[in-house]
């Protein structure tokens, strides 16, 4: 893919992530100031609470999309500060596909753990 | 540009250069600060995944990974990725905002007196990091008082 495009889908991931880590995060770590104000609920750790996030497809839906775009944004992000470094060609290069399997690699295992998750 | 590399002049200073390579402005720092932010926060997720995935070895597996990670050590930790998150969430807008040309301003002639756009990046510079500070400070309630 070239430069510009890569950099639209950093934004575009970042976007993304924005909204839904901002919403795990306030349900992980603002949940006694979020159920005083009547949202969300206490104690998100616990595995009841974890048992209603697994059974629900929207956290099923949210948490892959998630994945993915945190991964590539992260992944960018990293590429662009190794790429600063001054790296040859040939680095580059393996820079790319050690990320991209890296990526793969780990966007198939959260995947499967949040089906798994969902479907067990 | 051969496809997914790209030329660049050779950077001398390295990660040195992050720190100072001259006069550096408040934007600078902030630049900087997203990027320290941004590996830390990374490092965390790479880790979270594997965490987190103990969910489907069945409830012991969870509750036994959970009192391990309830360590106060564990727990100040997750509290400075929450504060990478806040900084790295509220400097982003403001950085898609400047991408998007909402802080730029419309181009104009050079008449005195001079209007720059640090004009209008720097007050919302100032703005996002009042939200990130407000957001720091309820979490820290919720980590440390409430939740305890």
Known sequence: MREPTLWILHILAGIIILIFLGIHMGI?????????????YKNPLSWSSVLIRNKALFF????ILLLGAALYHGFYGLRNILFELSLGKSAQKAVNWLLFFVGLFLFIYGGYAAIAAYVI | MA??????PENRLGIVGWFYAGSFSFERYAYILHRITGLGI???????????SARISGQSSWESLMHFLGKPIFVAGEYLVFIAFCFHAMNGIRLILGELGFSIGKPGRPVYPYRISLNRQRPLLVVFMIIAVIFILLGGYDFFIAGH
């Open chain 2, 42 to 52: 990374l490092l965390y997720f790479l880790l979270h995944i594997f965490g987190s």
């Open chain 2, 3 to 8: 496809n997914g590399t790209i030329s660049k």
């Open chain 1, 60 to 63: 099923t839906i949210t948490y």
């Open chain 1, 28 to 40: 992980m770590h603002l949940d006694t100031i979020l159920t005083s104000l009547g949202v969300g």
